[in-house]
Every structure is written in structure tokens, then in C-alpha cells.
């Protein structure tokens, strides 16, 4: 009878091993579900980044050329003002009796001089005369000329069109020869300086077109094109300043801004893969194809980011299908079930065994 007991308990416990085993083989013999895709040809750019500052167009500081008393000013806050447009006004009374003084003496040697020449005609008056009579027009014309130069210095006038800045001075007030007035700047279109590393240089070229984006309006770019290439480089940054110019003809744009600049360049095209199906192996990388129902890993060579995807320059070729999803829970020659597959019937069978 004790026998027959422990026959049993190795039968039931041999039946139970055996269960678990089938078991165990079966989630063994189960298939990773993936997710694939086909190797796109995409459009690539290579970008330069860079982060630069609004300069005016033109812009100029007006300073008295004197000493004097400001008489007049004809500007306000923020006024437009046109290309000779009088700005401010100097006290110049003692300049006009100069000119006053200068006018009447050449018009007095003027008189002298034609009767001068009536007498020499007649004989009565020498060369000698005539000569002396001469250089003292000349002279007084010369100090009518310095007036009137003195007055225009004392009339300042706009040298562009332009905006001018906030009013600091009065009339009436005494200025020294060089202090400010007024500042006048052209934003009509804005020069946008930035620096770009001598590595990158080769990519950028004159007219080429730039985007920039500024901190106040960073849903709006702003487009223009290079215009110089600074020929020496910086010793300290070894960078190169570019110069773009872009228009402005709703003064958005104010000189002093800090812009980010994108420039865009070598565009082409190549074969191109999801980020998520390179995986990195120490400085190789590598995807996985699909061949059949297997996976077999393959190595590339990549080249540019962009857009979630990565470009390969070697490798693989268009239409082949990659492993996108699951990447982590394969090895090479693994058998592999594609998502979307896993409750297909008879008729989805018979299409993956004609597929090549």
C-alpha cells in the first residue's frame, strides 16, 4: 500500500514538471512584436547657428561744432527728419557782423579796383597798383567767405533721413564744441552682426538668405541675406563676424536687439531612418532589418539630425524595412512579429510568404 502512495506522488509530480517545461517552451518560443518602417529618402540642410546684435543702418551722433548758445532746436522726441533738415540752430550774431564787416570791405576794394583799372586804361595808374588792389579784394572776399562759413557751422542740419532719439538739451543752453544734440538713425533695414566659427565658414556666402528671430516677436522671422564677410578672423574667438541686412519697413526691428540667427545651406537628399531605430555600440551605430521574419542587424554610417530623423550615408537603401520599436528586446537573427500583424488571419499569412 505505501508503495502504491509513493507511485502516485511521482506521477503526479512528473506530470506537473512536464506541464511546467511546455510551458516555459512556449514563452520561449514566442515572438517579439516590433514596430517597423521603410528607409525614406529625405531632404536634409545644414544649419549654422548663431546669435547676433541689431546695428542701424545709419546712424549718427550730431555734436555742436562750437562753443555757443543753442538759439533753436527743431526736433522733438522720436521725430522723423529728412536729409538736410535744420536740426538746431547756434547763436551767430557776431559772426553775422563778421560777414556784415567782410561783405563792405570787398564791396569797397570791388570799387576801388574798377576805378583803379579806368585810370590804368587812361595811363594815370601803374600795374603795381592795379596788383595791390587786387589781393586786397581777394583778402576781403576771403574773410566773407570765413563768415559765412562761421554761420553754417552754427546751423546744424540732419546728414540722412532718419529717426532721432530722446531730446536731452534746451534752447538756451550753452554747449561745448562736441557735445551731443541729437542722434539721428536710419532703421529702414537693420545690419545684423554675428559671429561664425572659421570651421563653418566654408558654408557661408554672400546673399546667401538668413532667418532671425528676436526675444519680442518670437513667433514672427525675419529674413535678409548676407552682405559682407568680415576678411580677418578674431585672434581670441577665431570667428569671423558676418554682416546680413535685413529690411524693416515697419521698424519691429530696433538697433541694439539681440537676434538668433539660423543660416541654412548645403541642401540634398539621402536615405533616412527614425531616430529610435539607430542604436549605438561604443563609436559604431547600427539598425535592424526586416528579412522575412527575421531581424539582422546591420551597420551605418549616419550624418545629419533633423526632424526626429537621422541621415544615413551608408548602409542601407531606400524601401528597406527597419526595426523602429522594440529595438531594445532583439538580437541579430531573432524571429520578430511586426505590430499590427499579430491577429491577422490565413489571407495576411499567404501575403508575407509571397513578399521577397
Request: positive net charge.
Amino acid at each position: 500500500m505505501k508503495c502504491i502512495r509513493i507511485i502516485l506522488v511521482a506521477t503526479v509530480l512528473l506530470a506537473g514538471c512536464s506541464k511546467q517545461a511546455e510551458n516555459g517552451g512556449r514563452r520561449q518560443q514566442q515572438a517579439p512584436t516590433v514596430g517597423v518602417a521603410p528607409v525614406a529618402v529625405t531632404r536634409f540642410i545644414d544649419r549654422i547657428d548663431a546669435v547676433g546684435t541689431a546695428r542701424a543702418n545709419e546712424q549718427v551722433t550730431i555734436s555742436a561744432p562750437v562753443t555757443e548758445r543753442i538759439q533753436r532746436l527743431h526736433f522733438d522726441d522720436g521725430d522723423y527728419v529728412t536729409r538736410g533738415q535744420v536740426i538746431a540752430v547756434l547763436a551767430q550774431g557776431q559772426e553775422t557782423a563778421q560777414l556784415a564787416e567782410a561783405d563792405a570791405r570787398q564791396r569797397e576794394a570791388g570799387q576801388q579796383l574798377t576805378r583803379l583799372n579806368a585810370l590804368k586804361a587812361r595811363g594815370f595808374a601803374t600795374n603795381s597798383a592795379v596788383d595791390t588792389q587786387v589781393a586786397l579784394a581777394s583778402q576781403a572776399a576771403a574773410q566773407a567767405a570765413q563768415a559765412r562759413a562761421a554761420i553754417g557751422d552754427r546751423v546744424v542740419r540732419a546728414p540722412f533721413s532718419g529717426w532721432v532719439s530722446l531730446r536731452n538739451i534746451s534752447e538756451g543752453a550753452v554747449v561745448s564744441a562736441g557735445t551731443a544734440i541729437a542722434q539721428i538713425s536710419d532703421i529702414s533695414r537693420i545690419k545684423l552682426d554675428f559671429a561664425v566659427p572659421e570651421t563653418l565658414l566654408p558654408q557661408v556666402r554672400v546673399a546667401m538668405p538668413i532667418d532671425a528671430t528676436a526675444a519680442a516677436y518670437p513667433e514672427q522671422p525675419f529674413r535678409g541675406t548676407v552682405a559682407t564677410i568680415d576678411p580677418v578672423l578674431s585672434p581670441d574667438t577665431r570667428a569671423a563676424t558676418i554682416r546680413a541686412v535685413l529690411p524693416n519697413g515697419d521698424r519691429r526691428l530696433k538697433p541694439g536687439m539681440l537676434l538668433n540667427v539660423r543660416i541654412e545651406s548645403a541642401a540634398r537628399t539621402a536615405p533616412s531612418v527614425p531616430e529610435l531605430a539607430v542604436v549605438g555600440d561604443g563609436n559604431q551605430s547600427f539598425v535592424f532589418t526586416l528579412d522575412g521574419d527575421k531581424v539582422r542587424r546591420i551597420p551605418v554610417n549616419t550624418g545629419t539630425r533633423q526632424d526626429g530623423r537621422v541621415e544615413i550615408l551608408s548602409g542601407l537603401r531606400p524601401g528597406q524595412r527597419v526595426v523602429t520599436e522594440g529595438v531594445v528586446k532583439i538580437t541579430d537573427g531573432q524571429t520578430v512579429k511586426v505590430a499590427g500583424q499579430a491577429n491577422r488571419g490565413p489571407a495576411a499569412g499567404k501575403g508575407k510568404a509571397t513578399r521577397s
